[in-house]
C-alpha cells in the first residue's frame, strides 16, 4: 500500500494568515501527466468535502483561496487569508493505485 | 442536486453481518459516468477505504478486509449496499458512502453524511 504522510499534524493560525500543509507519499502517484493526488477538508461532525484532485484542480465550487502544488512524491496545500469557516481538518489521498489510501490528516485551529 | 444518505443500524454485536445502505438522489445510480464507494473513518485507523462499485456492477474491495466485503448494487431504488460479516469492535467507525467519476474510480468527489456503527454486544 502506498503510505501518505502529512506535516504538521497541527498547527494553529490567524485569520487573515496564509497556511501551507504538506504531504509525501510513499512512492510516486503519476501516471504521464496526471497526478492522482486529491486534498479533503473536514469539519467536526460532518463529511469530508473535496476540495482539489489531481493535485491542482480545484473541485467545483471551492473558491480559488485553497491551492494545491506538488509532484511525484511530495505535495502541499496553501489556504490564503484564513477565515474563521476555513478552521478544520485537512486531509490528503492518492487514488493512483488500490487500495486508495489517505494521510494523517492536519488539524488548523484558531491562535 | 446531488444526495447520498447512509441508512442502517447503529449497533451490531460482534461476529454479526454490518448491513448498510446509501441511498441516493439527484442522479441515476446506474449511470455510466460514475462509481459507487464506502470509506469508513475511526479514531483508531483513520479514513480507510472499504470498497467500490461501478454502473456494470464490478466491484474492488480493499484486501485488508480479508473477503468480509460484499457491495452491491439496486438501480431499481437507485441505491448500493455495504455488507461486512464477523464485525468486531474493530469495525466501529463512522461509515461513508461517496461517489467517484469512471475516470478516477478511488476520487470521492460528494460524500454522504456519514452513519456511526458501533459493535458491541
Known amino acids: 500500500d502506498i503510505q501518505m504522510t502529512q506535516s504538521p499534524s497541527s498547527l494553529s493560525a490567524s485569520v487573515g494568515d496564509r497556511v501551507t500543509i504538506t504531504c509525501r507519499a510513499s512512492?510516486?502517484?503519476?501516471?504521464?501527466?496526471?497526478?492522482?493526488l486529491a486534498w479533503f477538508q473536514q469539519k467536526p461532525g460532518k463529511a469530508p468535502k473535496s476540495l482539489i484532485y489531481?493535485?491542482?484542480s480545484l473541485q467545483s465550487g471551492v473558491p480559488s483561496k485553497f491551492s494545491g502544488n506538488g509532484s511525484g512524491t511530495d505535495f502541499t496545500l496553501t489556504i490564503s487569508n484564513l477565515q474563521p469557516e476555513d478552521f478544520a481538518t485537512y486531509y490528503c489521498?492518492?487514488?493512483?493505485?488500490?487500495?486508495?489510501?489517505f494521510g494523517g490528516g492536519t488539524k488548523v485551529e484558531i491562535k | 442536486q446531488l444526495q447520498l444518505q447512509e441508512s442502517g443500524p447503529g449497533l451490531v454485536k460482534p461476529s454479526e453481518t454490518l448491513s448498510l445502505t446509501c441511498t441516493v438522489s439527484?442522479?441515476?445510480?446506474?449511470?455510466?459516468?460514475?462509481?459507487w464507494g464506502w470509506i469508513r473513518q475511526s479514531p483508531g485507523k483513520g479514513l480507510e477505504w472499504i470498497g467500490t462499485?461501478?454502473?456494470?456492477?464490478?466491484?474492488y474491495y480493499n484486501p485488508s478486509l480479508k473477503g468480509r466485503v460484499t457491495i452491491s448494487v439496486d438501480t431499481s431504488k437507485n441505491q448500493f449496499s455495504l455488507k461486512l460479516s464477523s464485525v468486531s469492535a474493530a469495525d466501529t467507525a463512522v461509515y461513508y458512502c461517496?461517489?467517484?467519476?469512471?475516470?478516477?474510480?478511488?476520487?470521492?468527489?460528494?460524500w454522504g453524511q456519514g452513519t456511526l456503527v458501533t459493535v458491541s454486544s
Open positions: 461517496a461517489r467517484s467519476p469512471i475516470g478516477a474510480r478511488y476520487y470521492f468527489e460528494y
Open positions: 439527484g442522479t441515476s445510480i446506474s449511470s455510466n459516468s460514475y462509481c
Open positions: 462499485i461501478s454502473y456494470s456492477g464490478i466491484t
Open positions: 512512492q510516486g502517484i503519476s501516471q504521464g501527466i496526471t497526478t492522482y
Open positions: 489531481a493535485a491542482s
Open positions: 489521498q492518492q487514488y493512483n493505485s488500490s487500495p486508495p489510501t
